[in-house]
């Protein structure tokens, strides 16, 4: 009978060695969170340009050749009027979250994203965004299943909407090549429920586009959003609603 316990005891602890060695395998090695947005990655998709003719011109004076797809052509002057969301658009989210004790990081990202906003003299007068739900996708299929079933419920919330209440005043007209720090606030859609919420943003002028880099903190509760964690997995309260919008003229 004590060989029988024996026996047993050390097959949990075998098991329980096994459990955690997994854990940290995967919080620490398979688990691979993408990096933050930062600036950086606004310049660097700003560079990616369309071809695009200077307003109220002749195409074929100013460019008898033609201009090839992916090349920087003229564009118009200053960044008055309006704007709309193009290629290069990324909305993430991302969760502190621990397994077992091991602390990692959760993520997801979609390039499903419509909108515009409009810019008169030093400020971004309007404008909202809104991101497919449905299209959120991870490493991880698990998490997928996880965030589109129980926890942000896209079968009847399939969109979350930004709308902006109050102009953004960048307090001065950017400059080729120049990054403006300002503050934003609107009206944040999130399984339904919506609320004001008020960030930092930056915005890059080049190439003659427009790049906006925000994070936007979010507290689970505020949105009626369950908390994610699951079985072994815990979640803080809250997580980050992180992007970058490119934006092309009208």
Known sequence: MKKH??????????LGVVVVA???IYAKVWNQADEEFDTGD???R???????EPIGTDPASTNPAGTAAGTTTPVV???????????????????????NGFDTTANGRTQAITGAFTIGGTAAQSGDFTVDMTTFKSDESRRDSQ????????????????????????????TEGSTITATATGDLTLRGTTNSVTFEVEATFANGRVGVLGKIPI?????????????????????LLEFILIFDRA
């Not at 316990?5 to 075998?14: R, S, Y």
């Not at 960044?79 to 397994?99: F, L, P, Q």
């Open 77 to 99: 002057a200053g960044v008055d009027g309006d704007w709309v969301v193009a290629a290069g658009s990324e909305v993430g989210y991302r969760v502190d979250e621990s397994i």
């Open 147 to 174: 965030f589109d079933g129980r926890i942000m419920d896209v079968a009847n919330s399939p969109t979350a909407v930004f709308v902006l209440t109050a102009p953004i005043d960048f307090q001065q007209i950017p």
């Open 46 to 52: 700003l560079t990616t340009t369309i071809a695009t």
């Open 219 to 239: 507290v689970f509760a505020d949105y009626g959003i369950p908390n994610p964690g699951i079985a072994t997995i815990t979640t803080e309260d809250n997580g």
């Open 5 to 14: 316990w024996k026996k047993l005891v050390v097959a949990v602890i075998g």
């Open 22 to 24: 997994a854990s940290f």
């Open 42 to 44: 606004v310049k660097d």
